[in-house]
């Protein structure tokens, strides 16, 4: 098979899978310091047997994405957020977390030096970044790390749930995602391989995906596979679960701020139980990969819960889309702080 070039890649037409760039970052932290990253030319990372991201999943990672403008400039959305919640989810595994200022200088790097990779302006794709931690080395108990490696892939991506602002339907799973003081808040690799069962079961099924309930109760909406949930009450407030078992999105807290400053509406992080469903006007899945994606229904056992007529975008979740994305791809301007320039000369 050829490679895929950024000369011959049909933009209009990817998916959401690995192409390889060729060119990575990499750091490595041994006797208790960090090297000065660089670019590497390899996929592959040879490690030791007895890793403990092997045995015992000390991993976290991140996603985010560059953004191609109108004028061909290459920016990014808020990645000094990805940079805090990464140094919290490599503490809450006892890793060596990769330092703020660094990991956003690394994504600036391996953006640039990947920059005939970011998709053209209206292909609908974007460049994700993939940075990602893990605990090396000669460790056979169970116990963190000496040495962890920081590395960043970027790939480009077309919509990770098909079809774009058309709503999806999504399947309430029996399993559980995260413990209650888990592991939940934090992004580690740990919680998806113990969903992707739940996700399984739900895509057989015909679903995009499954959603996940409170661990505890069992009566409140949490998760919807690799994304926050949020949805519009009838007197059209925006509410989104408030749980310490879900990954704090950064789509999340950037909606929550557009609904309150943008669109004039009441915004809040809430308990968000399954029995107000029938209440809400409309519904959707949001984060990174899945942008917004509208909910078209949830199915609970035997109950179908339906949002608007189930087929169209609601016109709430039409309008934060609109602002997020035209942020996002510097359409519309954007609140302080929330946009980052690559430089690319
Ligand atoms: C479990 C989970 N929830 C929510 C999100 C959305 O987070 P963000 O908006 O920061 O991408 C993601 C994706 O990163 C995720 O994996």
């Given at each position: 098979m050829t490679a895929i070039t950024p000369d011959t890649i049909q933009w209009n037409d990817l998916g959401f899978s690995y192409i390889d760039t060729g060119k990575s970052f990499r750091a490595y932290f041994k006797d208790g310091q960090w090297s000065e990253g660089q670019i590497e030319s390899s996929k592959y990372i040879s490690i030791s047997e007895a890793s403990p991201v092997f045995h015992y999943g000390q991993s976290c990672f991140e996603g985010l994405k560059a953004y191609r403008t109108q004028n061909g400039d290459i920016q990014l959305f808020r990645p000094d957020k990805n940079a805090d919640r990464m140094i919290d989810s490599a503490e809450r595994l006892l890793m060596e977390p990769y330092p703020k200022e660094a990991f956003i200088e690394a994504v600036h790097k391996i953006v640039k030096e990947n920059a005939e990779w970011v998709p053209p302006y209206e292909s609908g794709a974007t460049l994700y970044i993939r940075p990602f931690l893990m605990g090396v080395g000669d460790i056979v108990g169970v116990k963190p790390a000496d040495e962890y490696i920081f590395s960043i892939f970027v790939t480009p991506v077309g919509p990770y749930f098909k079809?774009?602002?058309?709503?999806a339907n999504f399947l309430i799973s029996d399993y559980d995602r995260a413990a209650p003081n888990g592991t939940g808040a934090a992004k580690v690799g740990g919680n998806y391989a113990a969903g992707n069962l739940a996700g399984k079961l739900a895509k057989d099924q015909g679903y995009a995906d499954a959603i996940f309930l409170d661990p505890a109760t069992k009566t409140k909406i949490e998760e919807v596979g690799s994304a926050n949930f949020f949805a519009i009450?009838?007197?059209n407030r925006f509410i989104t679960p408030k749980s310490p078992s879900i990954l704090p999105s950064i789509t999340k807290y950037s909606l929550i701020d557009i609904a309150r400053e943008r669109l004039g509406m009441e915004a809040v992080e809430t308990d968000v139980y399954l029995e107000e469903l029938s209440g809400f006007s409309e519904a959707g899945a949001m984060g990174t990969a899945a942008v917004i994606t509208p909910i078209g229904s949830i199915v609970h056992g035997e109950h179908r819960y339906v949002f608007g007529n189930g087929q169209e975008v609601g016109s709430v979740t039409q309008r934060l889309y609109s602002e997020l994305v035209g942020i996002q791809f510097?359409?519309?301007?954007?609140?302080?702080?929330?946009?980052?320039?690559v430089k690319l000369g």
């Open positions: 079809g774009g602002l058309k709503p009450t009838a007197d510097g359409d519309v301007v954007a609140p302080e702080g929330w946009i980052q320039k």
